[in-house]
């Protein structure tokens, strides 16, 4: 009998033009990777220019690497620029870039919690805006990195929750606004994956890390870098609305209200009665510091608070 099962149509990223965010390191960059192996030319974007130029470098000199920060919408519109400029024109735009602060709300400045909003959730939307009308040309594709922290909850997470979540329910607008126009968009939700910035959380927060590893299935388990990659890329053909990394990430984004709900919560309310004291002794311990030693993006452009 044959499959009932409907084959998405693929877009093949052999000579598209891609323009990723925060691809110095970790996801970004092994996503530049993929989508080079594809015959993509790709637009790298970050604040690190010496890894950057050598990712640039690793991929052939038709890519090419461009230092910005995502919450300064000139140097976003420049970046575009280039790109263009260069490729002739943009198909894809990934949103990628992110930090993570190491604070509850109580132990936290008020600058790590706007910073965190600030590059994960308004640097994706700012990202979205610089690349939109060159996407829109090429009836193109936007993959915004959301988070499994858009429908699950952490102690520690707080800023970092609310960022993810606004990029999800940011990228569902954004799709109804631009599909007459035949973009797409996709947001893509990762568990924990094997980078800097999640090592550098665990490395610092002990609790966290003894927290993160008694979660239940998925939302426990650490994915390698390169599995997120080869999801991510393959969306960036498929043109799907939803990347879950792991894959079983989607029962529980579907089931998120009971994730999220009043049991579960009760649940969580004991743990935490526990685990959130011991978190904050471990931030107390890192004496002020309030991210990981790799979150670049971490400082406003005119130096900290």
Same mark, same amino acid.
């Given at each position: 009998m044959p499959s009932?099962?409907?084959?998405?149509?693929?877009?093949?990223?052999?000579?598209?033009?891609?323009l990723i965010t925060g691809a110095a390191r970790g996801i970004g960059a092994e996503l530049a990777r993929r989508a080079a192996a594809r015959g993509a030319r790709v637009a790298l974007v970050g604040l690190e220019p010496d890894r950057l130029a050598a990712v640039a470098d690793e991929l052939g000199p038709e890519h090419l690497w461009v230092e910005a920060d995502v919450t300064d919408a000139d140097a976003l519109t420049a970046a575009v620029r280039r790109a263009v400029d260069t490729f002739g024109g943009l198909d894809i735009v990934v949103a990628n870039a992110g930090i993570a602060p190491l604070t509850t709300v109580m132990t936290s400045s008020a600058h790590a919690l706007a910073r965190?909003?600030?590059?994960?959730?308004?640097?994706?939307?700012?990202?979205?805006h610089a690349a939109l009308p060159e996407i829109a040309k090429r009836r193109g594709h936007v993959q915004l990195i959301s988070?499994?922290?858009?429908?699950?909850?952490?102690?520690g997470m707080s800023a970092y929750c609310a960022a993810?979540?606004?990029? %999800? /329910?940011?990228?569902? $607008? *954004?799709?109804?606004?631009?599909a007459h126009r035949g973009v797409t968009v996709a947001s893509a939700?990762?568990?924990?994956?094997?980078?800097?910035?999640v090592r550098d959380t665990e490395n610092a927060l002990p609790t966290f890390k003894a927290t993160r590893r008694q979660l239940p299935g998925p939302l426990g388990a650490y994915t390698s870098v390169e599995a997120c990659a080869d999801a991510l890329v393959?969306?960036?053909?498929?043109?799907?609305?939803?990347?879950?990394?792991?894959?079983?990430?989607?029962?529980?984004?579907?089931?998120?209200q009971l994730v999220t709900g009043v049991v579960a919560e009760k649940v969580a309310l004991r743990v935490s009665a526990t685990r959130?004291?011991?978190? %904050? /002794?471990?931030?107390? $311990? *890192?004496?002020?510091?309030?991210?990981?030693?790799?979150?670049?993006?971490?400082?406003r452009r005119n130096g900290p608070a």
């Open positions: 009932l099962r409907r084959t998405r149509p693929r877009t093949p990223l052999a000579g598209r033009a891609v965190t909003i600030e590059v994960n959730l308004i640097g994706a939307m700012l990202t979205t988070s499994a922290a858009a429908f699950t909850v952490l102690p993810k979540a606004g990029v %999800e /329910r940011f990228g569902d $607008a *954004l799709r109804l606004e631009v939700h990762p568990t924990w994956i094997d980078t800097d910035m393959e969306n960036l053909e498929t043109r799907g609305r939803r990347v879950f990394v792991p894959g079983s990430v989607g029962v529980v984004s579907a089931l998120r959130v004291p011991q978190l %904050e /002794r471990d931030i107390a $311990a *890192l004496e002020g510091q309030e991210f990981g030693a790799n979150s670049i993006g971490a400082q």
